[in-house]
């Protein structure tokens, strides 16, 4: 049903729509995820979670607790290491200067959010457990608290963390040309605008759990993570052991979408088993917990000038401000905005930008990674503003970008990325023709009655992988097996996308082996055994591993050829391997099978050797990964409701390596999407900072019934920089169908909004407010 | 002061018996006393469909579904769907072609409100497909080659070309 | 693991009245959709259940000797819409036990359980009101029946007597209410499943014999008060009356002055005020198609 698309050079194992490699196990029901791996005689730690949004605990009453039959110790916030400790799930950087803010502690006595972790209970059951927490006794000095973010720099705001002033974790600017005198320039049209992005959560459908023991004097913790070695870090960092001490394992995981690229309750989860003697204790976190106690997308509020010339329709200069609501806690902290401010003037180059990011510390749950890092935020302000600009100048908004956006040879200074394509005006032309666009556009927007079409697009601007910010480095290994198949493993961890099958193929690709399903990729990272990685995040294992399994396999394959050397007496030079056979070059002649080749070398009682490679790759690349989506909509406007009628992305993401799980990360991205445009958010009480809708029911994930078919497209332009000739697209396709939704429904009703979810609450009062909607008993109560 | 009692059911096919403790859901009983780890946990509260299985046919969520309740019942969990040696049913078979599983979390419960909307027998429209499946939750794949997968499976049973997509 | 304190099984509706007589503490269970819930939550944590689920007999859906609709009160609501009897007299019930939550739960959930819970948003609890439903009780001294308005007392509570050790057996629809008539239910939600009603409304009318009057109109709205509740002033607007346009715009307007929905987290006061005029209006130009009228 996958169209064979364009294969990468002559290579034949990677641009296929090949089965997942995990997939029987999962269509049974085999897979095992932290929670099936289990040791039956595991305690449970329930943690006690603050009740209010800010402030000191005073004292906990544990008596009660510890009387309940079968609990077997309470930790509170008064027993921890004071061993302030960063939770981000970003390499390590030897320049102190460059390292992760270090503001938790693995419990709190200043609390700083509503769920802030106070006290532990561990039991031998869950009821125990539970009873145990609700048991304790906590006693509080309660401090004001602040839940906006722009609040919380004025002076005299409630004050989070001492070395932080104002709540500011960061602040970073952007500025090219000069913008007070660009804006000089006569003639030119102002379209200005404040833009607001939710608090929203992962929603990943297995909650984030880990369990820990020790063995031989270490400590082990099996968790549900996308970052393994990470962890390890982390683990030690927080509770001041070295690191060989500890191990980590990270088996199957139920999604994760950049909540589980942070160290959550893994080094609370490795403390507690020391403090019972080194028994296996779990912590499992239950929904209403993942909500609020884990991490959440970072709630940003952008302002956005943008000076329009009216004559050729170029932006002459822009000014954006960004205010990123961080939370309690640093996480990712400053990253987020950051990479949405140097974004602005890369998506659309201007001669004159002047930007400023601030990260701000509120007593909200802290903010961390999630799929698009920034970008859905930033998206959304960007290509709102540049709709705004279009409609101000009376261009069409396709047309306005296509002079605007960034153009093929562009380079960005700092990451040295650059536009080998033009990728931008590709995407869009082929998604404008496969949704007819044009015509759409000019036919809707006009109804005038209850249901109002409209047609809007969206751009989004991503890259690859972390290089340069961060380190970039990816390391696997590879062993020859005697029955001539390749076992595979590295640190980039598979937490859904496909990335196993990917490299089963680039492996399989690489080496010249019959099939994919000749590698047997280890899934399972093991902080002991496996090849350091930096885990899965930033759209990066396939791109990255790409080089490093280029490089293993070359190495793999040279030692087998050396080997044949001996066997075949032909040189290594004149030799391949193709299809899992030792060729001679010249006339194709099949030497022997790599089975051949292992069992002798293996056995061989004079010269045994057991082949294997294992190498790291340093990248020092990034790509960027470009698209559009484009979205019908039908709104009705009595019952205040937008509904996505039709939703397609287009993207270019270099090279695929399997078009079908292409397609279904586009999938998953574009539902996301939907639901950050429509329908999700996490709302707070006003009074106390409690979250109100924790849970499944009344947290707006979209659900079988409130998407249309979820189309896409791809322009297959190979990356150069990759060996496989493909770069990022696991959160690219998440960040441009909000904006889009919401340029669609500016087109159907002429009413732009600019603070998602667009749900029914934000239509009645932005329709009232355009006087689409008039109760008119309203205008007598009024009286 | 615990309480426990004995449950006699019917789960994949097998006559069974066991001790429960009356506290029990019926997710714990089927994962702890009978290793099915296709029962998953994503919410416990009946909203994510993660623990979804069939009793006497008809779909449930086994995380609020006492234990005790299965007494005399039929049970039947994804693994139940499996024929002996491991062959796969023709629904899990097309969640494997359509590329309808990720992360795998949502797989078991999905197949197994599948397995009862098949079971009817009856070719129902897009929108009443949609609504039969929207039970579930999953974040990965936009529900879209789930709902290919299903679609496609009632067309073959039917013996109905099918028209889309 | 629920933290319960201990569970009661009962065998029959007579074993279900002992044990309540001898457990008043205990909090009965029927699909426990929502109570086992609310027990992990900690709300219930720690209490006595007494399980009626195992009851069969309270199961299934028939017409009685008085011609009423008797609806066992733990029939499940997709059995419920999957009823022939229910289908051909009172579909609108069917369609709007449809609409709560998810097909598992409509698997466990229980009419029952729907309406001894006393919630405002309960999907059946508007169409029951609607339609005049019966309830009926029986307890150690027999069988108690009221009409369904007078079984909610306040939001969350209903009028079972527990010391009389009574639990709900059935909800009768009477053949005066369901015969010749024709309704429609809309719930409004944030989704289009897995929802809790942001306001739901149901609206049925019965038709003068040449189609041309709305003979009978009655309407009830759940989440537009503490409890479900019917609007008198709209159904005086459409009753006897010839249905018009303007006649329905009346109506809907008049359903404002019964109303009484609270500003909360979930929805505004003005916002629910809003949607209740459109879903009135929608509900009843529905309701008078499917009885076979026109607009005129």
Known sequence: ?783 | MSQYKVVHCNINGKDVERVVDVRASLTDMLRNEYHLTSVKKGCEVGECGACNVLINGEAFNSCIYLAVWAEGKTILTLEGLEGPNGELSDIQQAFIDETAIQCGFCTPGFIMTAAEILNAGKLYSDAELRKLLSGHLCRCTGYENIFRAVKKTMYKRLGKEIDFV | ?296
């Open chain 3, 1 to 296: 693991m629920y933290d319960m304190k201990a569970l009661y099984e009962a065998e029959s509706v007579e074993h279900a009245i002992q044990l309540r007589l001898e457990h008043p503490e205990a909090q009965i269970i029927a699909g426990g959709s929502d109570v086992l819930v609310q027990m992990r939550e900690g709300k219930r944590a720690g209490k006595e259940l007494i399980s009626i689920y195992m009851i069969d007999a309270m199961r299934g859906v028939s017409i009685d000797e008085e011609e009423n609709i008797r609806i066992g009160s733990l029939t499940s609501f997709s059995h419920i819409t999957h009823d022939p009897i229910i289908q051909k007299y009172i579909n609108v019930l069917g369609e709007a036990v449809d609409q709560v939550g998810s097909p598992q739960i409509r698997n466990i959930g229980t009419i029952g359980g729907n309406t001894c819970n006393g919630v405002t948003s309960a999907d059946s609890a508007s169409t029951l009101h609607a339609w005049e439903a019966i309830v009926e009780l029986t307890g150690k001294n027999g069988v108690r029946r009221l009409p369904i308005k007078d079984f909610y007392i306040k939001a969350g509570t209903v009028d079972i007597r527990v010391d009389e050790g009574e639990i709900q057996t059935a909800i009768l629809i009477p053949k005066s209410s369901y015969e010749n008539t024709f309704g429609h239910y809309i719930k409004y939600g944030m989704r289009n499943a897995m929802e809790i009603a942001s306001l739901g409304c149901s609206v049925n009318v019965r038709l003068s014999e040449d189609k041309q009057t709305i003979d009978r109109c009655r309407i009830a709205y759940g989440v537009a008060g503490p409890v479900p509740m019917r609007c008198p002033s709209a159904e005086a607007v459409a009753n006897g009356v010839m249905p018009t346009e303007a006649m329905i715009e009346e109506f809907s307007l008049a359903a404002l002055k019964d109303i009484n929905p609270r500003d909360s987290w979930r929805a505004s006061k003005a916002f629910r005020q809003h949607i209740a005029v459109e879903m009135a209006k929608r509900a009843l130009v529905e309701s008078i198609h499917r009885a076979g009228g026109e607009i005129k």
């Open chain 1, 1 to 783: 049903m996958f169209p064979e698309r364009g294969k990468a050079g002559n290579m034949n194992k990677v641009g296929r729509s090949e089965v997942r490699v995990d997939a029987y196990d999962k269509a049974t029901g085999r897979t095992k995820y932290y929670e099936d791996r289990m040791p039956a005689n595991a305690l449970y730690v329930r943690i006690k979670h603050s009740t209010i949004a800010h402030g000191y605990v005073t004292s906990i009453d544990k008596s009660k607790a510890e009387a309940i039959p079968g609990v077997v110790k309470v930790l509170t916030c008064f027993d921890v290491p004071d061993l302030p400790f960063a939770t981000a799930g970003h390499p390590w950087s030897l320049d102190p200067s460059h390292q992760d803010t270090q503001d938790r502690l693995l419990l709190n006595r200043h609390v700083r959010y509503w769920g802030d972790d106070v006290a532990v209970v561990i039991a031998e059951n869950e009821v125990a457990a539970n009873q145990g927490v609700r048991a304790l006794k906590v006693e509080y000095e309660e401090l004001p608290f602040v839940l906006d973010v722009q609040k919380a720099m004025e002076d005299g705001a409630p004050q989070l963390h001492d070395a932080f002033p104002n709540n500011i974790l960061k602040h970073t600017t952007n500025i090219k040309g000069n913008y007070a005198e660009a804006i000089k320039e006569e003639g030119l049209v102002k379209v200005e605008g404040w833009y607001e992005t939710p608090t929203v959560q992962h929603c990943h459908i297995e909650n984030h759990g880990c369990y820990a023991y020790m063995e031989n004097g270490r400590i082990v913790v099996v968790a549900s993570t996308q970052i393994p070695h990470i962890i390890r870090r982390v683990v030690g960092q927080a509770l001041g052991r070295p690191w060989g001490d500890i191990e980590i394992i990270k088996p199957y995981i139920g999604g994760g979408f950049g909540n589980k690229q942070d160290a959550l309750y893994e080094p609370l989860c490795a403390w507690c088993t020391t403090q019972v003697g080194g028994r296996p204790v779990r912590i499992d976190c239950s929904r209403e917990e993942t909500f609020v106690s884990n991490r959440v997308r970072h709630n940003i509020r952008y302002h956005i000038v943008t000076w329009v010339r009216k004559s050729d329709g170029k932006i002459a200069a822009r000014k954006v401000d960004v205010y990123s609501n961080q939370g309690a806690y640093a996480s990712h902290g400053h990253s987020i905005a950051a990479k949405g401010l140097n974004a602005f003037p890369q998506h659309y180059p201007v001669p004159a930008y002047e930007g400023n990011a601030w990260t701000v510390y509120t007593n909200r749950p802290a903010a961390g990674a999630m799929r698009g890092y920034g970008m859905p935020q930033a998206s959304f302000a960007d290509d709102a503003n540049i709709e705004d600009c279009a409609i101000a100048i009376g261009m069409d908004p396709m047309e306005f970008r296509n002079i605007n956006i960034m153009p093929k040879g562009f380079t960005d200074a700092f990451s040295g990325n650059t536009n080998y394509y033009d990728t931008y005006r590709e995407c869009m032309a082929r998604g404008a023709e496969l949704i007819d666009y044009e015509r759409k556009r000019k036919e809707y927007g006009h109804d005038t009655g209850n249901i109002r079409r409209g047609i809007g697009l969206g751009t989004f601007w991503y890259n690859t992988a972390v290089y340069p910010i961060s380190l970039e480095t990816s390391s696997n290994r590879m062993q020859l097996n005697l029955d001539g198949t390749v076992t595979m493993q590295c640190g980039e961890t598979e937490i859904g996308q496909g990335a196993d099958t990917a490299y089963a193929q680039m492996t399989a690709e690489a080496i010249g082996l019959k099939s994919y399903r000749d590698v047997h990729v280890i899934s399972c990272q093991d902080t002991d055994i496996t090849p350091t990685g930096t885990g899965a995040y930033a759209s990066r294992q396939t791109y990255v591993a790409g080089f490093s399994i280029r490089q293993t396999a070359d190495l793999l394959k040279e030692k087998i050829l050396k080997y044949a050397q001996d066997v075949t007496r032909q040189s290594p030079y004149c030799m391949d391997i193709v299809d899992g056979n030792i060729i001679r070059k010249e006339d194709q002649k099949v030497l022997m099978s790599l089975k051949e080749l292992a069992m002798t070398a293996q056995y061989n009682t004079v010269h045994s050797e057991h082949i294997t490679a294992e190498s790291t790759y340093t990248i020092r690349n990034n790509a960027y990964s470009f698209g559009c989506t484009f979205v019908e909509v039908e709104v009705d406007i009595a019952m205040c409701k937008a509904q996505v009628t039709r939703i397609l992305n287009v993207h270019d993401c270099g090279k695929l390596i399997n078009p079908a799980l292409a397609e279904a990360q586009v999938h998953g991205g574009q539902s996301m999407g939907i639901g950050f445009g429509l329908s999700e958010q996490l709302i707070f009480d006003e009074k106390t900072g409690k979250p109100l809708n924790n849970n499944l029911l009344d947290y707006k994930l979209s659900t079988f019934m409130d998407h249309p078919r979820l189309e896409c497209d791809f322009i297959e332009n190979p990356e150069p920089t990759s060996p496989f000739g493909t770069k990022s697209l696991g959160e690219p396709p998440t960040c441009s169908p909000a904006v889009a939704i919401r340029n669609a429904i500016l087109h159907a009703t002429g009413v732009a909004i600019n603070h998602i979810p667009i749900n029914p609450h934000v239509l009645f009062a932005e329709l009232t407010k355009a006087g689409l909607i008039h109760d008119s008993w309203r205008d007598e109560e009024g009286k």
